[in-house]
């Protein structure tokens, strides 16, 4: 998290194989629309931002698995 910008990481959510042809990230928002209407009232851009700043804020603790 520290190497990456948040934009490209929201970019990375929305589209992945926009941005990196071939990777294994599977696409959840295609065409910006979410398949969980009950998060955040099934808005995709809520969703995508609410992902992204978890991964920003998340710590892991030091010789816990993470769960």
């Not at 520290?2 to 970019?11: G, M, Q, S």
């Not at 926009?18 to 629309?33: D, H, N, R, S, V």
Request: aromatic share 8%; charged share 30%.
């Amino acid at each position: 998290k520290e190497r990456l910008k948040p934009r490209w990481v929201k970019e990375w959510l929305t589209a992945p194989q926009k941005l990196q042809e071939g990777t294994m990230m599977p696409t959840f928002f295609a065409a910006g629309q979410t398949q969980i209407g009950e998060v955040l009232g099934g808005d995709a851009e809520k969703q995508i931002e609410a992902i992204r700043d978890y991964l920003y804020v998340h710590e892991t603790v030091p010789g816990k698995a993470s769960e």
